[in-house]
């Protein structure tokens, strides 16, 4: 690999192309840490170090948003002890590295069901978001306790409710307005979706916003996934050709 500055987009991407936002299935911490004879939670715990790598990256290269999967609604069908650890974990986690973020200006919010969450992830979840909501940096979304269908299930209810209150007719019910009932609201779609250890699946995440995303799996265990393993997600990326029902330019010149 050629010898970079770690801060500029390394010289075989186009700085203009680059995602603006990537998500991330960050799967694999549990294989990773039985390879080396380790207890889960020591997959999960590296898992949290990649995640500061990779917006690291993002800072560097100029990619604005970033969100990642830390939990889903199936989840809590793990054994309790896991459950635990990882709601420990986060809330560690959002409270040792407050302070960085706020200092490397990134923007930190949450999508999923949080309000069922141990209050004290709750408390470190609302610091974090009220003291990075200035920021401008890169945008952190993190999905805890998030499940697409359940994200849907409740747009459409709180939908519902307008309508039976009067507020909104239902031919006035149109993409837009599904969009802004979602816990995405104000985002812009993923381009890139990442999946790591190789599982070929969505998990039921961000189901609708993923409709034209581009998709990159790769083998590679979570913890594993540095920066050269995203330096590849962004190779593969700009090597696709994103026609949205179109034809490409080629073909159609
Ligand atoms: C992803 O790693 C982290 C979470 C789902 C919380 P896994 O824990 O799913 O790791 P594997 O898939 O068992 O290796
Ligand atoms: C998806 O990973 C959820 C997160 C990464 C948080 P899982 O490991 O839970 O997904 P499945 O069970 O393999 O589909
Ligand atoms: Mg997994």
């Not at 991330?24 to 911490?29: E, L, P, R, S, Y």
């Not at 986060?90 to 923007?107: I, N, P, S």
């Not at 790591?196 to 990159?216: F, K």
Request: aromatic share 8%; glycine share 4%; proline share 6%.
């Amino acid at each position: 690999m050629d010898i970079q500055n770690n801060s500029t987009v390394p010289s075989d991407l186009n700085p203009h192309t680059l995602p603006q936002h990537v998500a991330v299935i960050m799967d694999g911490n549990g294989r990773w840490a039985r390879e080396r004879g380790l207890p889960r939670i020591a997959g999960h715990r590296q898992g949290a170090r990649t995640v500061k790598e990779l917006l690291r990256c993002c800072q560097d290269w100029g990619i604005p948003a970033l969100t990642v999967y830390a939990f889903s609604t199936e989840n809590w069908q793990r054994p309790l002890a896991e459950v635990e650890f990882l709601m420990k974990l986060f809330e560690k986690v959002l409270c040792w590295e407050r302070l960085d973020m706020q200092r490397a200006g990134v923007k930190i919010s949450f999508i999923g069901d949080l309000a069922i969450l141990p209050t004290p992830l709750q408390i470190e979840i609302n610091r974090a978001i009220t003291e990075t909501e200035a920021n401008q940096a890169v945008h952190l979304t993190i999905a805890i306790n998030y499940g697409s269908r359940a994200e849907l299930v409740t747009a459409f209810r709180s939908l519902a409710d307008q309508v039976q209150h009067g507020l909104l007719k239902p031919e006035e019910i149109d993409e837009p307005t599904i969009e802004r009932s979602l816990y995405t609201a104000n985002m812009p779609h993923p381009d890139l979706l990442i999946r790591t250890s190789g599982e070929l699946r969505l998990s039921n995440y961000l189901l609708w916003q993923l409709a034209y995303a581009e998709l990159y799996f790769t083998p590679t265990l979570w913890p594993d996934f540095d920066r050269a393993a995203f330096h590849q997600a962004l190779q593969h990326y700009q090597h696709r050709d994103r026609r949205y029902g179109k034809l490409s330019t080629a073909l159609s010149a």
